[in-house]
């Protein structure tokens, strides 16, 4: 079939465009397929809703009416037809214009990042010091922001182009100043004013004003008339210049309309000029009667400069919103500054291309009285030119418009985790009101604080997660505002008396002022306000069911068809692709342990697209995860926030304020199910609910050759559009044969059978419903055989799937633990039960790969496609994938098809002739074996013969091990298929840079002291260094003694300070070049950090991006633990690196820490390669990192979910050339050294890389092998047999590696280098850098050799690509180019950053601090005291960093005698007393930011409210988030409450505290916490060492993570309640608490009511004591628990008490 699968035509001709050759029929109109389900007649449905509206109680059946339930053929059923075609004229003539999927460049493209915040005073008039007050807080959030050319540290600097990325204020319309240019009616209740950008060019300018004036008149306004804004462009930086707009406003006044109708009416006017035009003609940066928007392409300081009339007085106001933007696109764009017409967005919508897609999809079903026939005229709302923010914001103004209050909509929109911690919702009026919309509207999730100002409301909500800061207060004038900081305020104004309160949003939490009351309302009211509006709860009873629990199927069920399917599993395993690998490795696995298989040592097999072998579709799509950008989430220890729920069944007009009637009240319903996973019985079960169903086979007869699948495919999407127009609201796609289970031959007629791949199915079928507009009319379920793991649920989901029932591998399940073998692996487990363990594998693994990119909720995870493509052509992409990025495009609808017949022809060998298989083939998919299966890079001979090299020092042996490498095997990653063609004739190797100059860029990848065994990972330092190349810490810590040169080497090369190693020499240095402390934060310490020249921040790693580490128990021993603050034999686990990388603002932040404690040290950042990584990239440099690192997706790991090593990420050439690419073309590649990694084994791969763009070159596992692994792939489980990556003694002593063996690896590669540049022409590899122009695609049957060809002609370009046994049609344009770059322009960035020192924050307070003479003595002489007071401001960050990094160098972490006090007045900013070190004492009077005291090591840290303050401390707060990150040492006491997460991964800190949000004490390891105040949710969370004291004087109980709920005692032992009176007393003491003093007075009775938090590890200590009595208890309430829990995941549980605990509920 030639037809072009396009999907653009009207629904019953679309078929005919698609079979367009002389052979194709279009399908007849559906017959066929019964509709399975009832239906019921309906009275009367208007009358209904107002019904349930009066009573907010009506049962199901009286709404339905006594009507008898009748089975339901549609195509013989007039009345239901009637229906049926009514439907479809409705949908018809709805038929929305321009309906796009979210395009493919944008999936990772605009992003926002920034500061936010409001200010209000409703009790004084309108007045010119409150916007000056706004203007100055927006200048306290510049160090949010960035700029074109990076964003300097310093707030007062800006590298390079000085163009903000953006700032903005909304405020209430200044209508005397306006009054005095523009003549206006004296009622201006019916006026509005618009702020425009126009073109600069004068004809595109007066079209644009046209236009907009006669879509305005048309709606009856008149236009009054035109003001040009008064702006001075000095301010503009480069980029802001050159783009400019013209800024206009235009004032309008309509006759009648006023209020909501006034509104509308603007709105209409707008959006239909909108959609003729771009923003570069036309942009309406607001037009309302109540509020106008002043923003720009500008910095804080720049926004009153170049807009004069903020510096007017004239300009007064009672409200206002500001913002301030990072941006990770770098691309000029006015438009997308802040604040847009409703809302300011601090934060990421990690779900945008799935909330995108599903705005447009349901948009042909959006209709409200407000715009009647008219409502096409303001679809689809989403605009691909905006950024996440500007479309979150588009969709809220439609909400509002369809008479949605602005706090209304953002509840919908970004809902609160409202569940308990069971997983149920209440049955209050704001959780039906959340649970209603859940069904309808996905959330648009990501960490966010949005500001929202309609003119009516102004106010600010949380994401469900807390991931922002959001801190909020009251003046006793009557002044409200909100800030991402504190300090923002001017001290000298705003005194400490003049605050009534201090507090903060929690997570989900919302605050908001009515404008015209001028009341504050907090959450709880504000929430109440907008739930009580309609009768949700009455709703939910009519309208959702949840669906019975369904058991899963015995041995003895008697489903006939499951029977035949487990009579011929073999056969269909085989038809479907399944290898011996997948059912034991993965489903036996699964069904056994309840868990996701784990891995190691990464995915070096070759990529699906180059493979020799057949793959399943799924393999060509890999995940896109979470980096920068948007953080991770931990879908383990934070599952309170996280839901797989799925609801089925006909969604109905969103907009609607009622429930959507339909003809037959059976579609009235929708249906919940607790995940997407499904059982053979539950699809029954759904298919009897009651819901009209469809069934569509996806097989189709082959013998008209390959081209009949894309036939088939044109069918089945018009069937399944057929079925929903005749009322259809399920689709089931099903892959089951279509014989009668009961035939002999069951199988027999599949021989002339394939199966449509079912993601191929569901993605062409989801998207072609989308562009019919049918899509929200029905919800697709998949019922395929070929579906086994986590990956190809979370495609299938991804790719618009609600449900899925994987019959083969429960057929498979069943019938393994029918044989002796498989029972006596499920160990005493029931068939049942393994089942059950499969399914909550599944749904752990779902949650996983959601929670990679940083998705809470699956609805939001549906349709999103978060994937990359990696080997399909454009035409498939379009057609089933549309908006998917691709790289080497290639596989056609027949490659496809091709792929499904070689697994179909091992199924019926008999049509090949061939033998019949007797069990699944070994494919090698996991594991290597030499003699079968699939190639892997890591094997036996390749280690044996590198072995052979580095031990004898022998260039014949490397030359072997390269000719393996490069000539004896099979093509497995993309730069295996091109080749160089140099410009240059070749030159004497003599006249090349020397080896060691190569060495130089040499590094090895993070593989942590735990992972690896100490002689491993010394041994790797130290022939690094001896190179000049640099090793890698990982993120484990590392001994001081490797600190310092290695001088007591006796003449064999032993040393007394290190005798477990061998092959030593005086000078040498272990200490690893590179310290890495991102996200672990195991033993970071300033000593640590200072012995460094390079220090990493690992975002993401190849095997497992998105991810945290985990390093098992067993790995742990005394050793290991101490460098890392933990306990022996505790496993200790990674966060996901979202607890202080929230966004890139948030990164820049830590890479300021970094510049703070260690100025000499460059940072790098290192990134996982996957589409988009240039957009990210382009913002880790403007945030000043020294060097971004890119690793391919194949990079190793200790351990791994097996489907992150197979399944995330990239290959790093591409990730290489997108972001060498993009940072050339911005102007940022002179900024950053950029690095790779990612199996690279030799010096072709170098050089290859080097004409990508890298400058550096990174080595993982290959290093290890140079040192002595054998790839014995079973890092994960302790038992290394040559003691590498194993902490077991004996194994150790077997360990065979020295330090000259990687030091003659790395110069063996070196010289390699050396060869390959001599042959190319080329002296020095820098020469090298960026010239992709050398790069060529490789020959058909060309052989690679280390010396290449001479220059060649240009005509070498036109060398056909090597022709692969899959496909000759990859297309490999990206990675090279036919044009030599500008060398003047090349050489102006090339080696630029590698050649300079490390970016400096600027002149910063801690060089004050060092620079006063008495502070310099006492750190110099280690002796003495000092005592110092001074100002401080939030723009005043990461204070006492570099004092600690400075004592550090000089006497180490814990050698400082001395005593430097210093007393401080004002706001800290943020990181206040990071990585603080003994001697060190901070006090602030005042307040604090986020991150006080991350990573301090000793010295204390106190906060106390300011002298003056009348409100009480311990109800307010004094610090932000996520304090004491990372923590090893000190002690900290905070009068009052702090915000969520804090403790996160406490590695020795003592700290008090008089209240927290969510999340206390998480990962903790080391050290104590006491709570003297109400705390949050999921309290310990990941805890394994270290105690929590928790007072809880009204008994009201303790929300804690479902895993530390045993943990729980009161405090009976005499040394505990000693530990826990000293530090109150100390709190007492040193902040003068209230609270401490209460608790003192009474403390025989205050102290029986603490909880102590106290994990197993330290149940032995003498300050934990499990008296008899209190076990017992305890055993019952945690049996209770447990039951609870087993039904959800991990998540809160309460502990003690009956109430609920304050600490930000929803």
């Known amino acids: 079939c ?86 479809a004229n409705k949908v018809a003539k709805k038929a929305i214009k321009n309906v796009n999927v979210y395009p493919a460049e944008n999936v990772v493209g605009e992003k926002d ?30 160090h949010r922001g960035a700029c074109s050319g990076g964003m300097d540290s310093n707030i007062q600097l800006c590298g390079g182009d000085d163009s903000g990325d953006g700032a903005g204020v909304m405020t209430q319309i200044p209508w005397e100043l306006f009054a005095a240019d523009v003549k206006m009616p004296e009622d201006r209740s019916g006026c509005a004013v618009g702020m425009l950008f126009l073109s600069k060019d004068g004809a595109v300018r007066i079209d644009a004003k046209r236009q907009l004036e006669e879509s305005l008149k048309q709606e009856g306004f008149t236009i009054l008339g035109y003001r040009i804004v008064p702006v001075n462009a000095s301010v503009l930086g480069q980029r802001s210049a050159q783009t400019e707009p013209w800024t206009e406003q235009i004032f309008v006044d309509h006759p009648t309309a006023r209020g909501e109708d006034l509104d509308t009416l603007l709105y209409i006017a707008r959006k239909r000029v909108e959609s003729k035009m771009t923003y570069d003609s036309l942009y309406v940066a607001s037009l309302s009667p109540k509020t106008i928007v002043y923003k720009g392409m500008l910095k804080s300081a720049a926004l009153a400069g170049y807009y004069k009339d903020l510096q007017d007085p004239r300009y007064k106001v009672q409200y206002a919103l500001w913002h301030r933007r990072f941006s990770t696109n770098t691309m000029p764009r006015w438009p997308l500054a802040q604040p847009f017409r409703m809302i300011g967005h601090n934060g990421e919508i990690n779900t ?45 103004e439609l909400m509002m418009r369809c008479n949605r209050e602005i706090p209304e909509a953002l509840m919908i929109m970004v809902p609160a985790a409202y569940k308990d911690s069971d997983g149920k919702a209440g049955e209050d009026d704001v959780t039906q009101f959340y649970e209603y919309w859940g069904a309808l509207q996905e959330p648009w999730d990501g960490p966010a604080l949005i500001a929202f100002c309609d003119g009516e409301y102004l106010g600010a909500t949380l994401d469900r997660n807390g991931l922002r800061p959001a801190r909020y207060f009251q003046l006793k004038d009557g002044t409200a505002v909100v800030s991402s900081e504190v300090g923002i305020l001017d001290p000298e104004k705003v005194s400490a008396d003049m605050f009534r309160s201090k507090g903060r949003l929690g997570p989900g939490r919302m605050v908001a ?25 009455a709703w939910n009873k009519v309208f959702r069911e949840d669906m019975d629990s369904v058991p899963f199927l015995g041995h003895d069920h008697d489903d006939k068809m499951s029977k035949a399917i487990e009579d011929n599993l073999m056969t269909l395993q085989f038809d479907l692709g399944y290898t011996i690998e997948d059912v034991e490795m993965v489903v036996e696995a699964m069904a056994q342990t309840g868990k996701e298989p784990t891995f190691c040592m990464g995915n070096d097999k070759p990529l699906a697209i180059v493979s020799e072998r057949a793959h399943v579709l799924y393999d060509y799509f890999t995940q896109r995860f979470a980096q920068v950008t948007n953080p991770a989430i931990d879908p383990y220890r934070e599952a309170l926030v996280m839901s797989v729920e799925v609801y089925l069944g006909r969604q109905g007009n969103l907009m609607a304020e009622r429930p959507t009637y339909f003809q037959n009240s059976a579609n009235n319903r929708l249906l919940k199910i607790d995940s997407p996973f499904l059982h053979e019985a539950q699809l029954d079960a759904i298919r009897q609910s009651g819901l009209l169903s469809v069934e569509l086979t996806t097989r189709y007869n082959y013998s008209k050759g390959p081209g009949a699948l894309e036939k088939s495919l044109s069918d089945l999407c018009y069937e399944a559009s057929n079925a929903i127009r005749n009322g259809a609201e399920l689709v089931i796609l099903n892959d089951v044969p279509k014989e009668d289970p009961t035939s002999q031959d069951f199988m027999g007629v599949e021989r002339d059978q394939l199966a449509i791949p079912p993601l191929l199915a569901v993605g062409a079928v989801h998207h072609y419903l989308i562009q019919q507009g049918l899509r929200t009319q029905a919800s697709i379920i998949v019922n395929t055989g070929q579906c086994w793991s986590t990956h190809h649920f979370a495609c299938l989901i991804g790719y618009g799937a609600s449900a899925v029932c994987p019959y083969l591998p429960l057929a498979h399940i069943r019938k393994w633990h029918s044989t002796d073998k498989g029972a006596a692996k499920a160990d005493g487990q029931t068939v049942q039960e393994c089942q059950e363990n499969y399914k909550t594998s599944i749904n752990a693994g779902l949650k996983k790969i959601m929670s990679k990119m940083g998705i809470s909720v699956l609805e939001s995870y549906r349709g999103a496609q978060i994937f990359q493509c990696i080997g399909l052509s454009q035409k498939v992409i379009d057609v089933a994938f549309t908006g998917t990025p691709a790289t080497m495009e290639a596989l056609s609808f027949s490659d496809i098809a091709n792929e499904s017949m070689m697994f179909h022809r091992r199924a019926f060998p008999e049509l090949d002739e061939g033998p019949v298989a007797q069990k699944l083939d070994f494919a090698g998919w996991y594991k290597y074996l030499k003699s079968k299966g699939e190639f892997h890079m890591n094997n036996p001979d390749m280690a044996k013969a590198l072995h052979k090299a580095v031990r004898n020092n022998e260039p014949l042996a490397y030359e072997e091990y390269r000719r393996q490498i490069m000539d004896g095997r099979p093509i497995t990653a993309i730069r295996d298929l091109l080749d160089y063609s140099s ?38 330092a130290l022939g690094m260094n001896r190179v000049g190349g640099m090793s890698n810490s990982g993120e484990g810590g590392e001994d001081s003694l490797r600190f310092k040169t290695i001088e007591d080497v006796d003449a064999d090369g032993n040393s007394a300070s290190f005798p477990h190693l061998n092959g030593l020499k005086n000078g040498d240095s272990a200490a690893s070049a590179t310290k890495q402390l991102a ?71 830590l890479i300021y820490d970094l510049h703070q404690v260690s100025p000499a040290a460059k940072v790098s950042v290192k990134l996982v390669a996957s589409s988009g990584i240039g957009t990210i990239a382009a913002g880790v440099a403007k945030a000043n990192a020294d060097v971004i690192q890119i690793s391919g997706a194949d990079g190793g790991t200790g351990a791994s979910p097996l489907s992150s090593i197979m399944h995330a990420g990239g290959p790093w050439e591409q990730g290489l050339t997108e972001v060498h690419s993009v940072l050339t073309q911005n102007g940022l590649r002179d900024r950053v050294t950029l690095r790779v990694d990612g199996g690279i084994k030799t010096g072709w791969d170098i050089v290859v890389a080097a004409m990508m763009g890298a400058e550096e070159f990174g080595f993982g596992s290959i290093a290890m092998i140079a040192e002595g692994c054998i790839m014995a792939r079973v890092c994960h489980m302790n038992r290394c047999p040559v003691g590498v990556a194993t902490q077991r003694a004996d194994l150790r002593k077997k360990f065979p590696g020295t330090p000259e063996h990687v030091a003659n690896f790395m110069l063996f590669v070196a010289e390699e280098v050396r060869t390959i540049m001599a042959a190319l022409g080329y002296r020095s590899l820098e020469e090298l850098v960026g010239r992709t122009d050398l790069l060529r695609p490789r020959g058909d049957s060309e052989v690679r050799t280390n010396v290449p060809q001479p220059a060649v002609v240009s005509e070498s370009k036109k060398v056909e690509p090597r022709k692969l046994a899959k496909t000759d049609k990859v297309n490999l344009s990206p990675f090279f180019s036919t044009q030599a770059p500008d060398e003047t322009e090349r050489q102006a960035w090339a080696g630029t950053a590698r050649n300079k020192p490390a970016r400096s924050n600027g002149p910063v307070m801690d060089d004050d601090i060092l620079a006063d003479p008495e502070i310099a003595k006492v750190i110099e002489t280690n002796s003495g005291s000092v005592t110092k007071q001074m100002k401080i401001t939030n723009i005043d960050r990461s204070v006492g960093g570099r004092i600690a990094g400075e004592i550090a160098t000089l006497h180490g972490d814990y050698g400082f ?147 530390n709920v045993r943990n729980v005692f009161r405090v009976t032992s005499t040394a505990g309640q000693e530990q826990l009176k000293t530090l109150i007393e100390k709190h007492l003491e040193r902040t003068g608490s209230t609270v401490a003093a209460s608790v003192l007075k009474d403390w025989d009775t205050a102290v029986g009511r603490f909880w102590q938090v106290a994990p197993p590890s330290t149940q032995g200590m003498d300050v934990v004591a499990v008296p008899e009595a209190v076990e017992s208890t305890q055993k019952s309430a945690m049996a209770m628990a447990a039951s609870a829990n087993k039904k959800s995941s991990p998540t809160a549980s309460r502990w003690g008490g009956s109430n609920p605990a304050s600490g930000g509920r929803p």
């Open 513 to 537: 002022i009515d404008l015209h009351t001028g009341e504050l309302i907090e959450n709880d009211d504000i929430k109440q306000k907008m739930a009580a509006k309609k009768p949700y709860a």
């Open 352 to 396: 945008i291309q799935g909330n995108y897609n599903w705005t447009n999809a349901r948009s042909g079903s959006f209709e409200h009285p407000n715009f009647g026939f008219r409502m096409q005229e303001v679809l689809p709302p989403c605009r691909a030119e905006n950024s996440d923010s500007g479309n979150l914001d588009c969709y809220v």
């Open 2 to 87: 030639s037809s072009d699968l396009v999907f653009r035509h009207p629904p019953r001709f679309a078929m005919e465009a698609f079979l367009a050759s002389p052979s194709a029929t279009a399908p007849q109109p559906f017959p066929s397929p019964l509709l399975r389900g009832t239906a019921q007649g309906a009275s009367n449905p208007q009358a209904q809703v107002a019904s349930v509206e009066q009573t907010s109680a009506t049962s199901a059946a009286g709404i339905a009416g006594a009507t008898a339930t009748v089975g339901l053929g549609l195509a013989s059923n007039r009345r239901a037809r009637r229906a049926a075609k009514a439907l």
């Open 1079 to 1149: 996200s672990g934060r195991f033993g970071v310490t300033p000593a640590y950090l200072r012995s460094a020249k390079q220090l990493e921040i690992k975002i993401a790693q190849g095997a497992k991006p998105g991810e945290g580490g985990q390093l098992p128990g067993p790995k742990v021993d005394e050793y290991i633990a101490s460098l890392r603050n933990s306990v022996p034999g505790v496993e200790l686990i990674s966060p996901p690196p979202h607890h202080d990388i929230y966004s890139i603002e948030d990164l820049a932040q």
């Open 1457 to 1603: 005698e001395g005593q430097i006090n210093l007393d401080f007045e004002g706001a800290g900013g943020q990181s206040f007393g990071v990585f603080n070190i003994k001697g060190v004492h901070l006090r602030v009077n005042g307040e604090c930011n986020d991150y006080v005291g991350k990573g301090m090591n000793g010295g204390t840290i106190v906060c106390v409210p300011p002298e003056g303050s009348s409100f009480q401390a311990s109800e307010n707060v004094i610090a932000g988030n996520t304090c004491l990150y990372g923590a090893t040492g000190g002690e900290v006491f905070l009068n009052g409450r702090v915000g969520e997460r804090f403790g996160v991964r406490n590695a020795g800190c003592h700290a008090v505290i008089e209240g927290s949000g969510d999340h206390l004490g998480e990962y903790m390891t080391n050290g104590v916490i006491v709570a003297l105040g109400a705390v949050g949710r999921n309290v310990g969370a990941g805890m394994s060492g270290g105690l929590l004291y928790l007072y809880d004087p009204e008994d009201a109980g303790v929300e804690m993570n479902a895993d």
């Open 983 to 1020: 410009d240059r004739q070749p030159i004497p190797l003599t006249e090349v840079e020397d080896a060691l100059a190569i060495c130089n860029r040499f590094v090895t990848g993070g593989m942590s002291l735990g992972a690896l065994s100490r002689e491993a990972h010394e041994i790797i």
């Open 113 to 142: 990042a920034c500061g936010v915040g409001m200010v209000a005073n409703m009790e004084k008039p309108a007045n010119h010091e409150l916007l000056q007050m706004t203007l100055r807080a927006l200048g306290c959030m510049e």
